[in-house]
């Protein structure tokens, strides 16, 4: 079994996920030609056949491309993201929509993030007071990452609101300017929001966390060794993004600083220098641009969790100095350390 | 398409009968030209103005519906094509010099025509002002379809923003108010009755507010389930009590849903502001503050 998967591997079910999305739009478009151009798609496949096809991230990130040219409208992403969790696709989304509380939903959408989310990664940590969640990008599509930034925090904004009955205090910062359509962000994830920020975050003080929803029912147990097995299917359990960041992370962590080479990594994947860039490229990424964005989770991480100083994170970061620490954040983010801290 | 061929199949069925005859008239009474004598320019303009005149009636039935005004348009465009059409022939094929009904043909089809569709266009305006009318509520006095909203038939929040700003621009001394009317529970609508039911609602509560609000006011779909009413030279107390009425009507309002009937209750929250010298951004932040503290609970305000 392969240790990761790339952009390109057959991952998704088409009658998940895509079949939804499809459901979505199709009265702006009820053939389905301009939602499945260029996905190398058919619809008569994917609601026909027994065997429908199996469809990669890069199809799902070209399926969503489609729909946002077609409807044109601000709103798209926030109806697609109203929907994504809260719709019936296979066992893992059962298992997530019968979560005890949302502690354990949040470990169910990192254990069966290729079944739930398969275009970002969830991320999350609590600190004494507030949990702080981040979705980082699973997919290289850059074009569309606004889009899917907006599409998961909505997601997980609206899955938490039906799981408690109301709106919870959210506080959600985003790494880009205010968009023209504010709005929309106003109704659909709630009023505390920041902009120009590090760092996308999501964050829901601690007592949420924990907060009982229901309790855990024999058909939960069933439900989840189902996911189980389905994603045991899958060519692997992990993309190629996520497994490059943690091993990064990991040498970040131990301040192993072999790992800051693009040729440890690389050995550690067990495939040589040259592939790996290969594979990153077909992410449109690069590896100085993934250790990059790790420091910066790492750096937030350390701040908020850890309470280390400026020059502590700096030097566990594997910077020679504060300054450097300095111009290399101020360069990712624009931003200096001391506004790194979510308010 | 078929929906189109379906609705003028007799006018359609008409104009192409009426060609093919004068093809026929035409090969009957005279003599197919040499290929030498042919004139290409001659050929280019008249035919090429033929199949213009095809692409406008096909433009025009394809965006109207059946009708009075539609078979005026079509029959005088059709007249058009015809007399186009036989201009074209004239270019291959030679009629004697007696015959002289080829002008006839030609010039009574085109005059004919061109006063069919003077009449047929002096009745669309006349409907379209009609039409107008009805849609003041909606878009005031300037019209910008790229802004319609897909869902119900209101503007979206950036033709709000620029209806402000110009407003704003317009006059010194700028008294208008805004309601901001939020459904309350809409997400359980949505959840209860699945999401083309909570289209549907939205759909009818934009007819709701929009009978009850004045010629000269105007409605928005902001986002999701948020109307605003923006509501020109009216105070705050004024605009207060036009958002009490319309949340009323919302409540008294009985939604039947579409496959089973049941009774869907409907209420909704209002807040409203009135607009100072300030951007249509700052202004519709305000009034987000303002439906957020209208929206929380009494027990949640500290």
């Known amino acids: 079994m392969c240790q990761w998967y790339t952009s390109q ?26 939602l499945l151009r260029s996905t190398k798609l058919f619809l008569s496949d994917i609601i026909n056949t027994d065997t429908p096809p199996v469809i990669s991230t890069h199809q799902l990130v070209t399926l969503i491309g489609n729909a946002t040219n077609l409807t044109n409208t601000p709103d798209t992403a926030f109806l697609i993201g109203q929907r994504f969790f809260n719709s019936d696709s296979g066992p893992a989304n059962a298992v997530l929509l019968n979560s005890p509380n949302l502690y354990i ?15 970002m990664t969830l991320k999350f940590f609590h600190d004494e007071q507030d949990c702080f969640i981040f979705w980082r990008d699973d997919s290289g599509s850059h074009k569309l990452n606004t889009k899917l930034v907006e599409i998961m925090t909505v997601a997980l904004v609206s899955y938490c609101k039906r799981q408690f009955g109301q709106h919870p205090p959210w506080k959600i910062y985003f790494n880009y300017r205010a968009p023209n359509h504010l709005e929309q962000y106003w109704l659909h994830i709630g009023e505390n929001l920041y902009f120009n920020t590090a760092i996308c975050a999501m964050r829901i003080p601690k007592e949420y966390l924990f907060k009982q929803w229901r309790e855990e029912s024999l058909s939960y147990t069933l439900r989840k060794t189902q996911a189980e097995a389905q994603l045991s299917l899958l060519p692997a359990q992990q993309s190629l993004i996520s497994r490059v960041n943690c091993v990064i992370a990991t040498g970040l962590q131990t301040g192993d600083k072999r790992y800051m080479q693009l040729e440890t990594v ?13 594979h990153l490229k077909f992410y449109n990424t690069s590896y100085q641009k993934l250790l990059d964005q790790e420091r910066l989770y790492q750096a937030v991480y350390l701040m908020h969790k850890e309470k280390l100083t400026q020059s502590a994170i700096a030097e566990k970061l594997g910077f020679h100095d504060n ?8 360069r990712l983010t624009g931003i200096l350390p001391s506004e790194l801290g979510l308010i | ?54 692409v406008w009636l096909y433009l025009i039935l394809k965006s ?15 007249l058009m094509f015809v007399a186009w059409w036989a201009d074209t022939l004239d270019e291959f094929i030679a009629l004697p010099d007696a015959i002289t009904w080829d002008h006839w043909l030609e010039s009574g089809s085109m005059s004919l025509g061109l006063v069919l569709l003077t009449y047929g266009l002096y009745h669309w305006h ?12 909606q878009e005031r006095l300037v019209r910008e379809h790229r802004y319609f909203d897909h869902l119900t038939p209101l503007a979206g929040a950036q033709y709000l923003k620029d209806q402000i700003d110009s407003d704003r621009k317009q006059s010194r001394q700028y008294s208008s108010s805004l309601i901001a009317l939020d459904l309350d529970n809409f997400d359980a609508v949505n959840q209860t009755y699945g999401h083309a039911e909570g289209d549907r609602v939205l759909q009818a509560v934009s007819q709701i507010i929009l009978l009850n609000i004045r010629n000269q006011d105007l409605l928005c779909r902001l986002a999701g389930d948020r109307f605003v009413v923006l509501l020109p030279h009216t105070g705050e107390s004024q605009a207060k009590i036009f958002a009490d009425e319309i949340t009323n009507s919302l409540f008294h309002y009985a939604y039947r849903s579409y496959t089973h009937g049941e009774k869907i209750s409907i209420s909704a929250t209002s807040a409203v502001i009135m607009a100072h010298q300030e951007s249509s951004e700052q202004l519709l932040s305000r009034l987000q503050l ?8 009494l027990a949640r305000r500290a």
């Open chain 1, 9 to 34: 591997s057959p991952l998704i079910p088409s009658q998940g996920i895509p079949l939804n999305l499809l459901d979505l739009f199709q009265s702006y478009d009820p053939t389905c030609h301009h």
């Open chain 2, 126 to 137: 006349h409907e379209q002002l009609a039409i107008s009318q009805q849609r003041q509520k």
């Open chain 1, 323 to 330: 300054s450097s620490y300095r111009r290399s954040l101020k």
């Open chain 2, 1 to 54: 398409m078929p929906n189109f061929i379906r609705l003028h199949i007799t006018k359609l069925v008409f104009i192409l009968l009426s060609a093919n005859t004068t093809l026929l008239i035409f090969l009957a009474a005279g003599d197919v030209k040499a290929l030498s004598v042919w004139s290409g320019a001659d050929i280019f303009a008249e035919g090429g103005a033929g199949l213009l005149t095809l």
């Open chain 1, 105 to 119: 939903a949040l470990e169910t959408l990192q254990r069966f993030q290729p079944l739930l989310s398969p275009l």
């Open chain 2, 290 to 297: 303002a439906i957020a503290k209208a929206k929380t609970p």
């Open chain 2, 64 to 78: 109207r519906p059946s009708g009075r005004i539609t078979n005026l348009l079509t029959l005088g465009l059709g």
């Open chain 1, 266 to 278: 690389a050995e550690a994947l067990k495939i040589s220098s040259a592939t790996l860039k290969r």
